[in-house]
């Protein structure tokens, strides 16, 4: 194949691939929250044949709008492998929002343009970075609903198919659905204003006999989450925060690198900004107000809704694959200014695929380190996460215990219960809070000295740390190179690697 014969879908098919190749190298890469829900899953899959897990977690069904990771990681692990599995939904999460938006441009322009493939400048994002593997992939899964969704007519057979679409985005994940029906109420209003929906009265008839009707099961469903959600934990952050409405408009291409986040969301704007004014790139019809409602949504987004945080962080790269796919070249743009816009952003996303690719197997590495410690670790124990302080939350150590479920089949106290259908078994109530931070070694000896808090709600305690050296078994602590350890304390050390001491708690203590 010739160079003038190369497509942005085959470019876009090599991107996929080597995306696949990076989560094969590091599947435990993300790290952060990724970790947590895996292990959550790995629950899933094993409970039923696994007696020490039996002994700690449970099965609990309820409406839950957030279970990508669950709908696949279960079953697809007994084939290929817990970390296989996990790898999968990973690199979905990666691709799915950028084809989506390869597959919007085509649908806006009746075909894939170059500009679309500016939405793989946005793979490695701060969604990923978080671990929020279920919202990037159904993400993805939003704006391919919203490319079907403009190319039906409105009628009835629109309503049936969107009916079980909207069922299964919200399944996957609520805020991609409120995504999706965001951009669909903007799609059809502003196709109104247009004069493609008839009169005024035409078009709140859709609205109601048509378009409601696609989304009723979907907000049925969103609504019995909600009142489930009344087990949340409450949000202490502020809802709004001009500093994080700053970072968040370079959420979309922020992947532990402030600086190449700046950068390249800087010439993202610079770019689009320029090309637009200078007549080098054109909307395609209407969604130049489209993305306009979508850029507003962004900027008025709260960080927090119903114990849920991260809000204002979602949105910012499903703006820029919906821009680079809703604009396509002209005539003016001169094939001068195209090679240096071609070269420009090709050396972005190599820098920002480095950047991520690095980061990620550094994490593995870690995680690798981890397993070795486990060695050490009997099946069933119970484990306390600890850190020097605050300074020391990295994508390793802020969930990296949660690792010690898979492993080991072993107790923490933070799994992310409460958004998935595993619970704790009713013993372990009083030993569980499912958004709980580390301890931290200042802490230690106070709440060792603590008497033990029960559960007042039924689901968990803010005492689960209390009289830890007769209550826990281990305690894992991820230090600082030049630590020397915990000491004082009535733990004796079992493993250790340079970064993590396992400790055992009460009697083999020395005095």
């Known amino acids: 194949m010739s160079l003038s014969q190369v497509q942005p879908w085959h470019l876009a098919l090599m991107a996929t691939i080597l995306i696949a190749a990076l989560v094969a190298l590091a599947p435990l890469g993300l790290g952060s929250d990724y970790i947590n829900h895996l292990a959550r899953t790995y629950i899933e899959g094993h409970l039923a044949s696994d007696p020490a897990l039996q002994k700690h977690y449970t099965i609990s069904f309820d409406f839950i709008p957030d279970l990508t990771m669950d709908l696949v ?10 970390y296989p599995a996990g790898a ?46 279920n919202y990037a992939a159904s993400s993805g899964l939003a704006l391919l609903a919203f490319a079907l969704w403009i190319r039906t007519p409105p009628n009835r057979h629109r309503s049936v198919i969107f009916t079980g679409v909207s069922l299964f985005l919200v399944i996957n994940h609520a805020l991609a659905f409120l995504a999706f029906g965001f ?28 378009d409601f009707p696609a989304m009723a099961l979907a907000l049925i469903f969103l609504a019995l989450s909600i009142h489930s959600a ?7 952050s502020p809802l709004f925060s001009v500093q994080w409405k700053i970072q968040s408009l370079f959420t979309g291409t922020l992947f532990r690198s402030p600086p190449i986040a700046m950068l390249s969301t800087g010439a993202l704007i610079a770019f689009f900004w320029l090309s637009i004014r200078q007549k080098w790139l054109v909307f395609a019809p209407k969604t130049g107000w489209l993305c306009a409602a979508f850029l507003v949504l962004v900027v008025v987004m709260p960080s927090a809704i119903f ?18 796919a809703s ?3 002209t005539d003016a743009f001169s094939s001068a200014a195209r090679r240096f816009s071609a070269s420009t952003f090709t050396a972005l996303t190599a820098i920002a695929f480095a950047n991520g690719a690095g980061h990620m197997i550094t994490v593995d590495r870690q995680f690798d380190d981890l397993k070795r410690v486990f060695v050490a670790l009997p099946g069933g124990a119970t484990v306390l996460h600890v850190l020097p302080d605050r300074s020391h939350f990295t994508a390793f150590t ?14 923490v106290p933070n799994l992310f219960t409460n958004t998935s259908p595993v619970d704790v078994a009713p013993t372990m109530v009083d030993w569980h809070m499912p958004q709980a931070s580390p301890l931290f070694v200042e802490d230690l000896q106070t709440l060792a000295e603590r008497a033990p808090v029960m559960s007042r709600n039924g689901y968990w305690s803010p005492g689960f740390a209390h009289a830890w050296p007769e209550r826990w078994d281990y305690l894992l602590y991820f230090k600082r190179p030049t630590d020397d350890g915990l000491s004082g304390l009535p733990v004796c050390e079992v493993a250790a690697t340079p970064e993590i001491i396992l400790y055992k708690t009460g009697a083999c203590a020395v005095e």
């Open 88 to 133: 999968v939904t990973v690199w979905l999460a990666f691709i799915l929002p950028p084809l989506a938006g390869v597959a919007l441009s085509k649908q806006l322009h009746q075909r894939a343009t170059w500009i679309s493939l500016l939405g793989f400048l946005t793979v490695f994002n701060a969604n990923m970075e978080w671990g929020f593997v």
């Open 307 to 324: 114990g849920i945080w991260g809000l204002h962080l979602r949105f910012t790269g499903m703006l820029i694959v919906l821009t680079a």
């Open 327 to 329: 604009v396509t070249p």
């Open 398 to 411: 802020k969930h990296g215990t949660a690792l010690s479920v898979i492993e080991r089949s072993a107790y």
């Open 183 to 210: 951009l669909v109420l903007a799609w059809e209003t502003i196709c109104f204003a247009h004069g493609e929906r008839g009169s005024k009265f035409q078009f709140l008839r859709q609205l109601t006999l048509l």
């Open 73 to 82: 990681i279960p079953w697809l692990s007994h084939l290929i492998g817990i």
């Open 230 to 236: 009344t087990d949340l934990p409450s949000i202490q």
